[in-house]
């Protein structure tokens, strides 16, 4: 650390300031020395591509036989979890920023790959929402993943099923929406209402396809599962043992590996992120690093998020893997300012910054 900059005399927007133009330089460096890394937008789509790709091979291989269910499953999720930081990064505009079209065409082909989550062109304003408002009741993309919500068995079945952390909690979402929509201004009741039916179709139409299938497929074998426990023995015949197998091979080859990639992101993402006692735009207390030994099995399935994402609410335009190739760096200024890191008592507290829940 530069000896002339003291931490206990900066306030916490200049030290925010300080850890965004540290990182920021080590960007320029890097790339300084690694020229091709200024090809941002030839490395976006190599990395799309590559994923994509790897999502059909690994799917493929389970098909022909040649890889078993629990190899494939985690397999798809890895090359899943690259596509989120990517459309995390587009929703930035950190790839064709002055071609509208492909950035459009990279976000609708990361929503087809991961069908669970909100439609990108909803969530980017719900993001860029909650860098300005991170922590608050409208900050309703972290709202959704269980941030806030105290420890239960509800908020585990809540953090891989998107449905599920609504339906659970109907009446908190819709108060979380309703901040939302009230903290954009608009100007008349009409463009509220607009607002409220935006966040309706969040998730149309490719998320009401697999959500639906997605239940269809857990109801029925928990059904099956049952009466077979109870000494009903219940065999699908027809068009439905036919569609049954369908929906099976389906479950492993995108929905068990979305369940799995789902799960860990929010679960990382819903803890690492502070909620309700922070302050609006306070950068220093919108969240911590949370990257212990034991979390390593969850960060893979989301590209060390824990580790690396804090980095990013400091300096925003960074990609995902300049994040993670500087995070020595910006960890060494971000403990120095006094960003948290590791702070497990977010776990009895709701994800309280400082203070208990009632």
């Known amino acids: 650390m530069n000896a002339a900059v003291k931490p206990e005399l900066l306030t916490d927007e200049q030290k925010s300031i300080h850890i965004r133009d540290t990182v920021l330089a080590a960007g320029v460096a890097l790339r300084e020395r690694h020229p091709w890394l200024k090809h941002q937008d030839l490395i976006g789509t190599s990395i799309m591509a590559f994923s994509l790709l790897g999502m059909i091979a690994s799917g493929t291989l389970y098909i022909q036989g040649v890889i078993a269910w629990w190899i494939c499953v985690p397999l798809t999720a890895l090359f899943a979890s690259f596509i989120h930081e990517l459309e ?84 908190e979402m819709l108060r979380a929406t309703k901040a939302y929509i009230k903290s954009q201004k608009p100007a008349s009741a009409e463009q509220a209402r607009a607002m409220g039916k935006e966040q309706l179709r969040a998730y149309f139409p490719l998320g009401n396809i697999y959500y639906a299938l997605f239940h269809t497929w857990v109801v029925t074998h928990v059904v099956l599962l049952s009466a077979n426990a109870l000494g009903f023995a219940l065999t699908p015949s027809g068009w439905f043992a036919s569609f049954l197998n369908g929906l099976n091979v389906f479950a492993v080859v995108y929905m068990l590996p979305s369940l799995l990639r789902t799960f860990c992101l929010h679960f990382v993402s819903s803890n690492m992120h502070y909620y309700g006692d922070v302050e609006a735009r306070n950068v220093m207390q919108q ?43 910006a960890h060494k200024v971000m403990r120095e300012m006094g960003v948290r890191f590791n702070d497990f008592g977010t776990f009895k507290r709701a994800n309280r910054f400082s203070q208990t829940p009632a």
């Open 88 to 171: 995390h990064d587009l929703i930035h505009l950190m790839y064709f920023r002055k071609k509208p079209w492909a950035n459009n065409l990279m976000l609708a082909l990361g929503w087809l790959a991961r069908a669970s989550t909100v439609s990108p062109f909803v969530r980017r304003k719900l993001h860029l929402h909650h860098h300005k408002f991170s922590g608050t009741e409208s900050d309703l993309e972290e709202r959704g993943i269980t941030n806030g919500v105290p420890w239960s068995i509800k908020r585990f079945l809540m953090l891989g099923d998107n449905m599920l952390a609504v339906y659970l909690r109907p009446t």
């Open 287 to 329: 969240c911590q690093v949370l990257n212990p030994w034991w979390l390593m099995p969850m960060q893979l399935f989301c590209f060390n998020f824990g580790s690396t994402h804090a980095i990013h609410h400091f300096a925003v335009k960074e990609p995902f893997y300049i994040r993670q190739w500087n995070a020595g760096v």
